[in-house]
């Protein structure tokens, strides 16, 4: 049952989402066979989701993000006031980002209270991601584990990362990390003190960045990939694509994922990927995934109203 092992934490901010949008990530966690705590920060999320995650053993908590139009004025002179004091910018900053940004202040205040009962941690998106494996099954060894995207694009050629380094970044920088693989901070797992003070950093080398204009969409992808980059950070240990824990599907060309003869995910040599990310982004890798789930339960999906069984 998730929560019995207190020494692992899986954490995620969830966003709008109903119980059906997270049936996946749940499910394939429970049938993976994990037994550590799963930790939701939510936020426009209803009742009756809220309850079912809790009767599942998820420890679910509200996350404090509040969407506000007075956010976008106060960004547009975010060129004047990242100049503040670091204790201001900071919390200044909290206030302004986007949710993609937000969430790495609520998982480091919630890690904060953990010291001394957590040891392994898993930071995560939610909506698209499949497990095939416990995440922290594979010796992966001590610190801060990141994970890259498929080589068969950059930071300067995918089309959003390289709109997001041009947006928070100089020419320089993005001319200089431009042929470098992107790094998705949607899956990041480690040690509990590394990853603490890894997000400590995180959160402070974001609030340098410049900033021309409003919205701040993306602001996570090419902080992350800058600090790591360029060793802005404590070393962190980089996978490349589907290696290790994680395989990030988003940009890979399907044919060159692969199959066991029991439709799960394996990287090159045979073995079974724990971690799925942006599955959404291929249909018939998604369709194959969910046949893998435990066909015990049923659903009511109110947006197609129609039942679904998993």
Known sequence: MLGSDQRTVILALVHGYSRIHLHPFVQSLEDAGYRGRLVFFHSGVGSDAIDHWRNLGIEVIPSGFQMSRVRESWRREWGVLRRLPLVLRRALFKELCPMAMFRYFVY??????ESGVVERVMLTDARDVFFQRDPFALALGDGVHVFEEDRCQTLGTEPCNRRWMDRYFSRQTVEMLGREPILCSGTILGDFKPLVEFLKCFIDFATTVQQIGSPWD????????????????????????GDSAVLT??????????????DRIVNDRGEVIPVVHQLDRHPALNQNLMRNLRRDRTWFCPARRERLVF
């Open 108 to 113: 480091r205040s919630f890690l904060m209270h």
């Open 249 to 262: 599907a988003g940009i890979m060309v399907p044919e060159r994922i692969r199959f066991d003869p029991d």
């Open 218 to 241: 993306g602001i996570d992808q090419p902080v992350f990939n800058v600090l790591i980059r360029q060793s802005r950070c404590p070393p962190v240990r980089v996978h490349r694509n």
